[in-house]
């Protein structure tokens, strides 16, 4: 073996899929929120880009085992970027909704990113849960009067 082994690799690209959501929470400024619809169609658009991204790496380069490394290479180039997309704009819902940013960190365990993404496209937000409720109370005090 040379000496950058499979197991150096295997840590190196560990740490950039880490680090690309962290850095997309960190980066997230708290300026601005996402309302569900929004959110839904950057989600389900950066899904759909990483997919066709990836058909067209894969399909890009000829499979043998001299050119493997480019097409994981390719891919992992291409998810970290919409991991950190992706990551960021869960941010600024999970702000909406009223909770933490790091909750976004759920996006790197598997099948939890799926349930946070899909969540993130239905909970409402807390400004449109207080809205309605003070609407519904000024109602009822104004026909009972």
């Given at each position: 073996?040379?000496?950058?082994?499979?197991?150096h690799?295997?840590?190196v690209?560990?740490?950039?899929?880490i680090?690309?959501?962290?850095?997309?929470?960190?980066m997230?400024?708290?300026?601005?929120?996402i309302?569900?619809?929004a959110?839904?169609f950057?989600?389900?658009g950066v899904?759909?880009?990483?997919?066709?991204?990836?058909?067209?790496?894969?399909?890009?380069f000829?499979?043998?085992?001299?050119?493997?490394?480019?097409?994981?290479?390719?891919?992992l180039?291409?998810?970290?970027l919409?991991?950190?997309?992706?990551?960021?704009?869960?941010v600024?819902?999970?702000?909406?909704?009223g909770?933490?940013?790091?909750?976004?960190l759920?996006?790197?365990?598997?099948l939890l990113n799926?349930?946070?993404v899909?969540s993130?496209?239905?909970?409402?937000?807390?400004?449109?849960r207080?809205?309605l409720?003070?609407?519904?109370?000024?109602?009822?005090r104004?026909?009972?009067?």
């Amino acid at each position: 073996m040379g000496t950058f082994s499979v197991w150096h690799w295997v840590i190196v690209f560990t740490l950039i899929v880490i680090l690309a959501p962290v850095l997309g929470i960190i980066m997230a400024g708290k300026e601005r929120e996402i309302g569900r619809l929004a959110y839904a169609f950057r989600a389900g658009g950066v899904i759909f880009l990483s997919l066709v991204a990836q058909y067209l790496v894969r399909n890009s380069f000829e499979i043998d085992p001299s050119n493997s490394a480019f097409v994981g290479l390719g891919i992992l180039a291409i998810n970290t970027l919409f991991l950190f997309l992706l990551a960021r704009w869960s941010v600024h819902r999970l702000s909406e909704i009223g909770i933490s940013r790091w909750a976004a960190l759920f996006l790197i365990v598997p099948l939890l990113n799926i349930i946070l993404v899909l969540s993130l496209c239905f909970l409402r937000g807390k400004e449109q849960r207080g809205h309605l409720g003070d609407n519904q109370t000024v109602e009822r005090r104004t026909m009972s009067n």
